[in-house]
């Protein structure tokens, strides 16, 4: 049920009421944070959380932190348990981004951030608070409420204390907040397990690279012996992409030069042409950008034409992006900026896919690229790019240990994103 207000429609139970009344009436406090400009990163003094330490989904992240000298023992500056911080300063699509703080130990925050404390538990959740703020920036409450700046935005906090909330019964923010924190730890919980087996497949590359498809309690039977990429099985050889390629009857190819197709061919719907931007590092090829070009281009440009088992390189940024070209890219274009392999018989695709995240292969495209602000490898360097070779029946058996993980890792994410929306 549902009753009109003066400030609109409320459920039965619940109040209209404005930040700066919960702060008249001392159910919470506000602080802005310590304006400490000295800063390190080496550890001294304490850390100091700045807007980038607020996810996108309300929660803290510790991992680029700062820090500062400390203020005084007795300074309102430092942070509790179960406090709500709030960004009051930043672009206009970030201000306003909200969460919990929950980590032991000593913290401060800087002054482009407000800290409101519940000092009345019997009165407000201090977890529903936080969501609720999360909530009314993801509706975009605080672009509104925001004064506009010089490349930045900001809410004082006299305008925070206009803020009206909806404030339900005690009972219902608890039951609220219960039921977002149990998807919020669901989703923590699958973020580690992705971090858990991203770190695993880092160790069983390096294992299989080295001593290949072997039980670990074997390794050390395996005969080693050294190369330009590092310690492979002496069993293996080592040659370059380009000879293990064509002695397979496999082939290389560029993408088309700007001259064969340019920006302004590009249409709304057509055949998608696959350039850098669109590999990725875990060897998959993504389509939430992709461009398109038409059917008369298509035609055009047959010998780019993709099939299942091709590999695109990119040829220019981040070392080692690619992308395995399964059923669903094929007939797809080979876009500009990408070497295309087509393994042959020597090489399986997968196998293939996989050794571009070698240690030692890394290694030696970064000694080997070319340019200082952006990263190039050119398809000469790419050519003469050495590769592992173990027997046919040793490449599928790490392609398929690899494949196993990365299944894992692609599940984890896509439930990590139901849980993304879910939570919203």
């Not at 907040?177 to 858990?196: G, K």
Request: glycine share 8%; hydrophobic share 40%; net charge positive.
């Amino acid at each position: 049920y549902k009753r009109q207000t003066e400030h609109g429609s409320l459920p039965n139970g619940w109040r209209a009421m404005t930040l700066g009344s919960m702060l008249a009436d001392g159910a919470i406090s506000m602080q802005n944070g310590y304006p400490e400009g000295s800063h390190n990163q080496s550890g001294q003094g304490v850390p100091h959380l700045r807007p980038f330490n607020i996810s996108g989904v309300g929660t803290v992240n510790l991992s680029q932190i700062k820090y500062v000298s400390p203020p005084a023992a007795n300074s309102p500056y430092w942070l509790q348990p179960k406090d709500v911080i709030f960004n009051n300063t930043n672009s206009e699509e970030l201000v306003g981004k909200t969460a919990y703080f929950n980590a032991e130990g000593a913290y401060v925050l800087s002054n482009h951030m407000t800290r409101l404390r519940v000092i009345h538990e019997n009165k407000i959740d201090a977890y529903w608070l936080s969501r609720y703020f999360d909530y009314l920036w993801q509706n975009g409450v605080f672009h509104v409420l925001c004064r506009r700046h010089v490349n930045q935005a900001s809410v004082s906090l006299e305008r925070l204390k206009g803020l009206l909330l909806a404030l339900p019964p005690l009972p219902e923010q608890r039951a609220i907040a219960h039921v977002l924190q149990a998807v919020q730890q669901a989703r923590e919980a699958t973020e580690r397990a992705i971090t858990s087996a991203r770190e695993l497949k880092r160790s069983l590359l390096r294992y299989l690279f080295t001593y290949g498809p072997v039980p670990v309690a074997e390794a050390d039977k395996v005969t080693l012996k050294e190369t330009e990429i590092g310690l492979v099985p002496e069993s293996w050889s080592v040659e370059s992409l380009e000879s293990a390629v064509v002695a397979g009857g496999g082939s290389l190819q560029t993408g088309p030069f700007g001259s064969l197709l340019h920006a302004s061919s590009y249409v709304r719907d057509g055949v998608p042409f696959v350039m850098p931007k669109d590999l990725t590092s875990s060897g998959r090829i993504s389509v939430n950008s992709v461009a398109r070009v038409g059917n008369q281009d298509f035609l055009r440009l047959t010998r780019y034409h993709l099939k299942t088992g091709d590999i695109l390189v990119a040829r220019r940024g981040e070392l080692g992006r690619r992308g395995l070209v399964t059923n669903e890219e094929e007939g797809w274009l080979c876009g500009s900026g990408c070497l295309r392999i087509r393994p042959g018989s020597q090489l399986l695709p997968k196998y293939l896919a996989s050794a571009f995240e070698a240690t030692g292969l890394r290694d030696w495209l970064q000694a080997n690229a070319l340019g200082t602000t952006m990263a190039n490898l050119s398809t000469q360097i790419l050519s003469r790019m050495p590769i592992m070779l173990p027997n046919i029946s040793g490449q599928q058996d790490i392609a398929h240990d690899l494949s196993a993980l990365e299944n894992k890792i692609s599940a984890e994410r896509q439930r990590q994103q139901a849980m993304d929306i879910l939570f919203k």
